[in-house]
């Protein structure tokens, strides 16, 4: 689904990502890992057309985005969940979420994207005329997620998904990862909670200084002894 061939990519005249690859397969969960300033927010950024990369290539169901600005990679089917969640806080639940649903392969859905939404997250619902604003961290968390699924993605990227949120929020945060894989989303996580992250992982990919350094399988990085001495401390 989503093809990277080493993408270099810097901020003014300071390189942040040397040679960066890696590949995701429809229907998986995969991972960046590492600790803050290993590129990691800098790579999705880039996939997404925030930020544009030096050279390399970033190809999306066998078509070349590298030149696509971000509202048309959107329209692809890729999607970012920011880190910090981004929500309009003057505007109400549902307004945020008719604005997920901007793009035009997923206007006509709309109705039926709500419904989906709101069956993964029930509050937001039952809040759905509440100021964003005026809801607890985890809630506002749950609504970015709701909103950049408004948009149909084919591909969901989070940056840092359970950030700041209290450990039984994060849980939440990652059984609803669990169920949209369950639903065909493939997700592109970034993630600092290694543990929960590697757990949920098909594969994932190791961030050091702009580098990736390890790659494998969710369930062998999570018992690599690297992994478990540098980031689980162990």
Known sequence: MLEIRGLNVSYERVQVLWDISFNIEAGEVVTLLGSNGAGKSTTVKTI?????????SIRFMNRSIDELPA???????????????????????????????????????LKDS?????NLYPKLEER???????????????LAIARALMSKPKLLMLDEPSLG???VIVLQV?????????????????EQNIHHALEISDRAYIMEKGRIILEGKGSDLINNHYVREA???M
């Open 48 to 56: 997404q057309g925030l930020l544009k990369s030096g050279s390399g």
């Open 71 to 109: 509202y048309k990679i959107v329209e692809e089917g890729v999607a970012l969940v920011p880190e910090g969640r981004e929500i309009f806080p003057k505007m109400s639940v549902l307004e945020n979420l008719i604005l997920g649903a901007y793009a035009s392969r997923a206007r006509d859905l």
């Open 114 to 118: 709500l419904e989906w939404v709101f």
């Open 128 to 142: 759905k005329e509440q100021l964003a604003g005026t809801m607890s961290g985890g809630e506002q968390q749950m």
């Open 165 to 167: 949120l209290a450990p």
């Open 174 to 190: 990652f059984d609803i990862i669990k169920k949209l894989k369950e639903e065909g989303v493939t997700v592109l996580l970034v």
């Open 231 to 233: 980031y689980l401390g």
